[in-house]
């Protein structure tokens, strides 16, 4: 067998490793084995490409696996599991950084005449889709990282004629690509490049500025998918068949992601880029908008939900944004276990977009050791929640708010939740009046069966747990 032949073997191996290992991402229970075989699959691409005889030298590359190495080692244990959406955005730009750099270094090589004219066309073309594809990413997420490291406000930036100048600078950049694929002329292939690499990296910025703040897991989630494509046209700029597999499962994974996140929230992709959706903050104060409501909230204090709790057979928790803030897992797993222990049965009711990224919810309760059985999805919990005898609402504010299935005027109107409302008594934790992602008013909390427990919820659970750990001490 020819090397060549042997190298591609050896990529097809890498290849089914990574789809396998994605599979297995998808259940908890095998998402860390899903994890180490997608790595080996990567070590795999990553010793078969350096062997590769395309390689003359390694210095460049080592230089670049030791800084990479380090870097990540570092990221990896400064960086807070809270702060994993600006990690990953950063990560993506970064994706995108290197296809660009691939398609420009590509651009070179061609300028210095190495290339037949008859491919010429089709290695224009895929330099611009990995420079423009890769140019957009970078900028975006760079963008993105910003709203959510708070380096940038929040909000929304609209401005008049503002999707005018987005339409106008995406024809540009396309009539651009297409005189750098069919010019003949080495001026006119130069300045198309020029035009095109410049636009790609305003648009990435100008696309995501119309977006708020909360939406960005959507956006970064899009930019992955996007980071995926130009690696897959870098792919094929340089000719290696992994990188091409590999891009299209990145984009792939990327899109599915980002429309199983606008499917749980009730909308729409182009509501998510172009509505501008958080573009003015429910009220001066940060409180809540809407239909006024009508009862009034009846606070708890930590004693009295420690007597509730004392005597519950059947307890539902559900984790929002401010479990999170709060950073109350650990003491959240305490109360589970102290619950379990009174003869209580625990579960915890986890929302698709609870919090602020996919899957934030499951990430901060694995930390904390809550079993993996104890976590229950929506529409298995939704059903039995009438069994309920309390609900305990930790941070959660739109995921539980009844009038996305009551209210047909509500902006959440749509939005699948889950129905705490339908449990016997109702505990909600959280601070103040402040409102949920959307700024919408929560008639959850005015139900006759629901109490307010104000405060951080790590204070106030805090509390519970220690008259918990007292009552077993007895
Ligand atoms: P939420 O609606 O944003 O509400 C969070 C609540 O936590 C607030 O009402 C806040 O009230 C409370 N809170 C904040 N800090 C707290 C603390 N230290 N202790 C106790 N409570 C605290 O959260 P959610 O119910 O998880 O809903 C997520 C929202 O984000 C949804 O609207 C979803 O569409 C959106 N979103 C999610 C994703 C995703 O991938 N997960 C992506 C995009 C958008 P106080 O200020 O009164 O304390």
């Not at 080495?186 to 703040?213: H, R, S």
């Not at 899009?222 to 130009?230: D, K, P």
């Not at 004693?303 to 928790?317: D, G, K, Y």
């Not at 934790?429 to 006759?448: D, I, T, Y």
């Amino acid at each position: 067998m020819n090397r060549e032949i042997l190298i591609n073997v050896a990529y097809i191996a890498a290849s089914i490793l990574f789809i396998l290992g994605l599979k297995m991402l998808g259940r908890q229970h095998t998402a860390r084995r899903g994890n180490l075989l997608s790595s080996v699959g990567m070590l795999l691409a990553i010793v078969v490409t350096l062997l590769d005889r395309h390689v003359v030298n390694y210095t460049w590359i080592f230089a670049g696996l030791g800084i990479g190495t380090v870097a990540g080692v570092v990221c990896a244990r400064l960086v807070k599991m809270t702060s994993m959406p600006e990690m990953v955005a950063l990560l993506n730009g970064f994706g995108g950084l290197a296809s660009l750099i691939v398609g420009a270094a590509e651009y070179l090589r061609l300028r210095a005449g190495t290339v037949s004219s008859e491919t010429l066309v089709f290695t224009h073309g895929v330099v611009f889709a990995a420079i423009v594809i890769g140019g957009v990413t970078f900028n975006g997420s760079l963008y993105a990282f910003g709203k959510l490291a708070e380096l940038l406000s929040g909000r929304a930036k609209l401005f008049r004629g503002q999707q005018i100048l987005n339409g106008g600078m995406v024809l540009a950049t396309l009539g651009a690509g297409v005189g750098f694929a069919l010019s003949g002329d080495a001026g006119v292939v130069l300045v198309c490049f020029a035009v095109f690499t410049v636009l790609a990296l305003a648009l990435g910025w100008t696309l995501v500025m119309p977006i708020g703040g909360g939406d960005m897991p959507v956006v970064i989630s899009m930019l992955n998918s996007l980071s995926g494509l130009a690696a897959c046209a870098a792919g094929f700029v340089i000719e290696n068949n992994v990188l091409i597999v590999a891009g299209c499962l990145v984009g792939t994974s990327g899109i599915i992601l980002t429309a199983i996140m606008c499917k749980a929230m009730n909308r729409s992709l182009a509501n998510v880029l172009f509505s501008g959706f958080g573009s003015v903050p429910p009220t001066a104060g940060g409180e809540a908008v809407g239909e006024a409501m009508e009862g009034e909230l009846k606070p708890i204090s930590a004693e009295e939900t420690f007597s509730v709790l004392e005597s519950a057979r059947q307890v539902v928790v559900i984790p929002g944004y401010g479990m999170a803030v709060s950073q109350a897992q650990h003491v959240v797993r305490e109360l589970a276990e102290l619950l379990e222990a009174n003869g209580a049965e625990v579960r915890f009711a986890i929302h698709p977009v609870a919090g602020r990224m996919p899957g934030h919810m499951n990430v901060l309760l694995a930390e904390a050791g809550v079993p993996y059985e104890q976590l229950v999805e929506m529409d298995a919990i939704n059903p039995i929640m009438h069994q309920m005898d309390v609900a305990v609402v930790i941070g959660a504010n739109d995921v539980v708010n009844p009038a996305a299935a009551n209210d047909q005027a509500s902006p959440i109107y749509g939005m699948p939740i889950i129905k705490a409302h339908e449990a016997r008594i109702v505990i909600c934790l959280k601070r103040g009046k402040g409102a949920g992602f959307s700024g919408v008013e929560n008639h959850l909390f005015l139900m006759p069966n629901s109490r307010m427990l104000y405060g951080d919820a790590k204070a106030t659970l805090s509390v519970v747990v220690a008259e918990l750990k007292s009552l077993a001490a007895c």
